[in-house]
T-cell receptor, first 111, second 111 residues
């Protein structure tokens, strides 16, 4: 596709449920990033993929968060046993060099 | 001390004026510097990047970098109401193209 796509665009879930967020990067982009943005806050780095491997997972806030990337393309961010503080916009970005291009984000609301 | 600092604003400028947005960073090893614009409810979009000390111009936008002072700025000439948005400064350091973002400066261009 022409840009980074993410799905779903919005997700409302109940506390304790698991959620999966999907990111389709720009074709040919080898690097993929996940960020989280809480209301009125800056972007918080979560995890970075180069190909299918994740050399930097330092931003994952707890072991309830995990991510994988397959085929050097699509990535899934999974949040287990969601908590209300997980409510945020989850942004995915991809790059081929230094410049990162962002998708539209998934707005997650945990009730 | 935050790694990337920006004044949250809002910064109000009249239409046609020059808007000056500032950012300081703490990691002297930082190599690449980015300015993103984020409209309310939207994802960040890249405006400019700069790697070398000095000025870099692109249309109405000029990025300025001073590595000795650990300072990067964005000037917007002939500001338009459509420039009203939050401007995010991002710094790449430590390899892996991981970006550290400031919390953003809200710019309001008034008629």
């Amino acid at each position: 596709g022409a840009g980074v796509s993410q799905s779903p665009s919005n997700k409302v879930t109940e506390k304790g449920k698991d959620v999966e967020l999907r990111c389709d990067p720009i074709s040919g982009h080898t690097a993929l990033y996940w960020y989280r943005q809480s209301l009125g806050q800056g972007l918080e780095f979560l995890i970075y993929f180069q190909g299918n491997s994740a050399p930097d997972k330092s931003g994952l806030p707890s072991d309830r968060f995990s991510a994988e990337r397959t085929g050097g393309s699509v990535s899934t961010l999974t949040i287990q046993r969601t908590q209300q503080e997980d409510s945020a916009v989850y942004l995915c970005a991809s790059s081929i060099r230094e410049t990162q291009y962002f998708g539209p984000g998934t707005r997650l609301l945990v009730l | 001390q935050k790694e990337v600092e920006q004044n949250s604003g809002p910064l109000s400028v009249p239409e046609g004026a020059i808007a000056s947005l500032n950012c300081t960073y703490s990691d002297r090893g930082s190599q690449s510097f980015f300015w993103y614009r984020q409209y309310s409810g939207k994802s960040p979009e890249l405006i400019m990047f700069i790697y070398s000390n000095g000025d870099k111009e692109d249309g109405r936008f000029t990025a300025q970098l001073n590595k000795a002072s650990q300072y990067v700025s964005l000037l917007i000439r002939d500001s338009q109401p459509s420039d009203s948005a939050t401007y995010l400064c991002a710094v790449e350091a430590g390899g892996g193209n991981k970006l550290t973002f400031g919390t953003g400066t809200q710019l309001k261009v008034e008629l």
